[in-house]
């Protein structure tokens, strides 16, 4: 075994560490990172411009935001598959708002408020009957995307102002709005997380739900508030990209959610709950991105594409299972 001294002291002294298989295995995605990025930026002249950064960037955007809410939900020890019918959701009904003469301010608060609901319906009943989320939000999925459909009989709705199209696809000093939101929301979710008692609940449920009941944590609020949270933040991807698009589409989002939970637990997020960390999850939505975009430059298929993202979160899932054991 393999052993490196950081202090010029004996290896059984602070200071040394040691190669492990555990180490690799628990530091695997930055490796492969620097190696695909060190693979695309001698491959391809286009890579590591401003511009492809940039584009990289605003692409990972909106799943990025939406993978907040999706680390505190696995961290909970659940799963919502709800996430991408929330983003048509919100795409449509905002739309729908805005075309209904409603200023482009009071369509997105209100746009947020509705989607938010459909989270409080998921954590509620998650929380009340005990059940596993992966059942009651696949059901919300189907639900929320016939509603969708509904509302617009499958059309896409157009015609919205310039005013709202600024929302998602204006810069700031050349950095694209959303890019502003991601790392806003990624600060702010950290600071929760790492600093708060409602934070510290989520991993504590997570853990060991009755644990955390003993110790007078509010099992039935702390779920609640993290679906909540989801939905929220999925009603903003879905805000977003309709700002992108000058339109509400009900086609939008579909597959997200699988997207999503492959950069969480690429991250490192446990899969059981009890832990994990939004730094993690921003580099595993930078990886598939990355990937995404390298693929592209090097005219790789889009159906070898998706056997490439199979490939990767299939190792995935491998990894987060070795890390337990």
Request: glycine residues 12%; without cysteine.
């Amino acid at each position: 075994m393999l052993e490196i001294s950081l202090s010029g002291q004996d290896s059984s002294k602070t200071g040394t560490f040691k190669l492990t298989p555990a180490f690799f295995i628990k530091y695997a995605l930055y490796f492969a990172l620097l190696i695909m990025i060190l693979f695309l930026s001698v491959s391809t002249d286009t890579f590591l411009t401003s511009s492809n950064i940039i584009n990289v960037l605003r692409q990972i955007s909106i799943q990025a935001i939406m993978a907040v809410g999706m680390t505190m939900v696995i961290i909970l020890g659940q799963i919502d598959l709800s996430v991408g019918a929330i983003v048509a959701f919100a795409s449509v009904v905002n739309a729908l708002f805005i075309k209904a003469g409603f200023p482009v301010l009071i369509a997105i608060l209100m746009t947020l408020f509705i989607s938010s609901l459909w989270g409080l319906i998921s954590g509620a009943i998650t929380a009340k009957f005990n059940l596993h989320a992966f059942l009651v939000t696949l059901a919300m999925l189907t639900l929320i995307r016939g509603i969708t459909y509904t509302l617009t009989g499958g059309y896409p709705i157009g015609g919205l102002p310039n005013s709202f199209y600024a929302f998602g696809a204006g810069y700031l000093w050349r950095i694209p709005y959303p890019v502003l939101y991601m790392i806003i929301i990624y600060l702010l979710g950290m600071f929760i997380l790492r600093n708060t008692p409602f934070g510290r609940s989520i991993y504590s449920v997570g853990g060991n739900t009755e644990a955390a009941r003993l110790s007078g944590i509010h099992i039935f609020r702390t779920k609640v508030v993290v679906f909540v949270t989801s939905a929220f933040l999925s009603g903003l991807g879905g805000i977003i990209l309709s700002s992108r698009l000058r339109a509400g589409s009900p086609e939008v989002g579909l597959g997200w959610e699988l997207d999503i939970v492959a950069a969480v637990i690429i991250g490192g997020t446990n899969l059981f709950g009890g832990e994990g960390k939004l730094t993690g999850t921003l580099i595993g939505m930078l990886f598939i991105g990355i990937l995404t975009n390298g693929m592209i430059l090097l005219d790789v298929t889009p159906y070898m594409q998706q056997v490439a993202r199979g490939l990767v979160i299939l190792a995935a899932v491998v990894l987060n299972s070795l890390q337990e054991k």
